[in-house]
């Protein structure tokens, strides 16, 4: 049975969008009649918990103007937020309340930038947090920090560590026969090892090396000092927060409670209570534009089509407490839609997976080359984009990485898990019947010998010998210089755009904007992921829940009271 295309109903959802933005204008606009909305000096922003990247193109229309928490969670709505924040000239500046934030780093690296283009405004920005890790660090350092007068700054540096796991197993009887190709692949240590060999350690070394030598170029610049006096503060880790202020590290500490006092004595001299609230409180007395969208566009567009997790043949899955995987038969089916869409001009891949089945990579890739031959094709590499991961991305014309990510690992392993030795000291009889000379080379109840570990090997061999083809194809090198860069190496990204591997560092607008100009297309551009995301009214009550309902349905006196600036 064909698929039922939305297309014809596009322009009446888009018009209901519209009457709900406008119905949602007029009940913010009949909220500031009635209630004389205050505004406010401070707006409260609550990290905490999960934060994804978002979708530029979510209704941006009504998350603005219902009462709405403080929590953010995603790097859109932040950076929507902060840019009409900024605008506001009554506006002070903006607390951030950190908690445990849970995202990539990439992510957090953009909401790090998108806190700093609200500082450049002028306006104060300021983080205030009870405990600050490594991470929360680097996201605060974009401006003021204060902790709580019994807090901890646990500065204590970068650290990672590799295993190999072969003798405590043995002694179980149970074995692991690891086939790689590539002296740095060394993710089959694990199991098929003794010991971590040399190889593994130094790349492991290198990778945090460049991790820590980010971090520290980040946080010095945005706190003005200098390198080397921020990795000594590094090894004098962790800090109280009087220890913390005293270094430098740290501006000053007062409770959640004290901030209104201190917020309204900052740079006046003088004690009083400032006016803070949540978004809703700011936007109730200054309004947010009207967003409106044309009933029919006709704008030409760039696509986004994510590729995260596990590379696996068959059908992507997304389960609660499960990992996500990327099935070939989704992403074939996705990239040869966007192939064939008039209306899409260029695609960026978004890619965050470590590989997995080289089959199911090798099948998306042609399927990404294919569209890259008709239309622009970009990668871009959030946090981790290795192994198959990588192969996929060398379909591209350009790949953009997040300067966190980690990528590379151009090789091939495999492990063959050998139970034989367990079951004899268990007392497990078995009697084996085989009729060809490698027919139990994927046993895991019996042995392998010689003939059978040489013909993975061979297989091992030419899966890489195709690998470094692909890549040598794609970034326009030789083969000798891809083997060269490949033996399973992974790599940060700047030493990856270094050596040839990524042609640009930014985040995904960058690789969005990439994509426009090769496909010519004037700026700003329209943006849609793919597949897209619920459409037409299940959106509107998606975003009219998360906006605002659901908090003013169940707690409308705490939502007014901050409507008019009378709380914290």
Known sequence: ???????????????????????????????????????????????????????????????????????????????????????????????????HVRCGIAVLRELRASFAGFARSGKALLFHAEALDLRGYWLASAGTVWLVPRGRLELVGFSAAATAAARPLARLGLKAHVVKAGAFKSAGELVGAGEVSEPAKAQLDELVGDLEALFVRDVASSRGMAEDTLRRAIDDGPFSAARAVDEGLCDGSCYADELPERLGSLGEGKSRRARIGPFAAAFAAHPAPVDWRPLVDRRRTVAV?????????????????????????????????????????????????????????????????????????????????????????????????????????????????????????????????????????????????????????????????????????GRALSKERVHELAQGRVYLAPRAKDLGLVDRLGTLDDAIDEARALAELPSPVRVVRHPSRQAGWRQIYRALKRDGMRLFLAEPARVLAEWRGERP
């Open 1 to 99: 049975m064909p698929k039922l295309s939305l297309r014809p109903m596009r322009p009446l959802l888009r018009l209901l969008r519209n009457v709900a933005v406008a119905l949602v204008a007029a009940f913010a606009a009949l909220f500031r009649l009635l209630l004389r909305p205050q505004p406010v000096e401070f707006v409260v922003v609550e990290l905490d918990g999960l934060v994804s990247r978002g979708d530029r193109d979510d209704l941006p229309g009504l998350a603005h103007r219902l009462p709405r928490g403080r929590h953010v969670r995603s790097v859109a709505e932040l950076h929507r937020a902060l840019d009409l924040l900024a605008a506001i000239p009554s506006l002070r500046g903006v607390v951030v309340r950190l908690g």
């Open 305 to 473: 089509l994510d590729l995260e997790g596990a590379i696996v043949s068959g059908k992507s899955r997304t389960l609660p407490f499960v990992a996500a995987t990327a099935g070939s038969d989704t992403l074939v089916e996705a990239l040869t839609a966007l192939r064939r869409d008039q209306r899409v001009k260029a695609v960026v891949l978004r890619l965050d997976s470590r590989g997995g089945s080289a089959l199911a990579s090798d099948v998306i890739w042609r399927a990404a080359r294919k569209l890259g031959e008709e239309k622009p094709l970009v990668a871009f590499l959030e946090d981790v984009a290795a192994s198959g991961g990588y192969y996929i991305a060398a379909a591209a014309r350009r790949i953009v990485a997040a300067p966190t990510c980690i990528t590379g690992s151009i090789g091939v392993f495999a492990v063959r898990p050998d139970a034989s030795q367990a079951l004899l000291e268990a007392g497990v009889d078995r009697a084996l019947v085989l009729r060809g000379r490698h027919a139990a080379i994927y046993r895991p109840d019996a042995p392998l010998d010689d003939s059978g570990r040489a013909a993975i090997e061979r297989d091992i061999a030419a899966t890489y010998d195709d690998f470094l083809s692909v890549v040598a194809e």
